[in-house]
């Protein structure tokens, strides 16, 4: 396992952008697939974002694709969930979780029933005008 830690989250407007990270200490987050997952108020667990251990494969969720980016910088250990053009139903607590499993982003995009090994204590995210 792997300690967690999300920053970065805000309340913003429509059309405004953020950038979450998700910064690991102990332990190189190169060796783990990481996945974006938010939850708003009152609905289950979305997924989000997720970027391959060794391929460094993306996937996104339908509903943020062309607006979320997700990427590594191995020197600060951290991965980022840049979010353009947000809208009121992007707000949710924002989770980020580590497996070391490489192939677990495939099967979690393709709705499969997977859980990670790793999460962080979220963080929030409120788009309102």
């Known amino acids: 396992q792997v300690q967690l830690v999300e920053s970065g989250g805000d309340l913003v407007e429509p059309g405004d952008s953020l950038r979450l990270s998700c910064a690991a200490s102990?332990?190189?987050?190169?060796?783990?697939?990481i996945a974006w997952f938010r939850q708003a108020p009152g609905k289950g667990r979305e997924a989000v974002s997720c970027l391959g251990r060794d391929d460094h494969s993306t996937y996104y969720a339908a509903s943020v694709k062309g607006r979320f980016t997700i990427s590594r910088d191995s020197a600060m250990n951290t991965v980022y969930l840049q979010m353009n053009n947000l809208q009121p139903e992007d707000t949710a607590v924002y989770y980020c979780?580590?497996?070391?499993?490489?192939?677990?982003?495939?099967?979690?995009?393709?709705?499969?029933?997977?859980?990670?090994?790793?999460w962080g204590q979220g963080t929030q995210v409120t788009v309102s005008s």
């Open positions: 102990g332990v190189s987050l190169d060796y783990f697939s």
């Open positions: 979780a580590a497996d070391a499993w490489v192939s677990i982003c495939s099967y979690l995009f393709g709705n499969q029933r997977i859980n990670f090994g790793s």
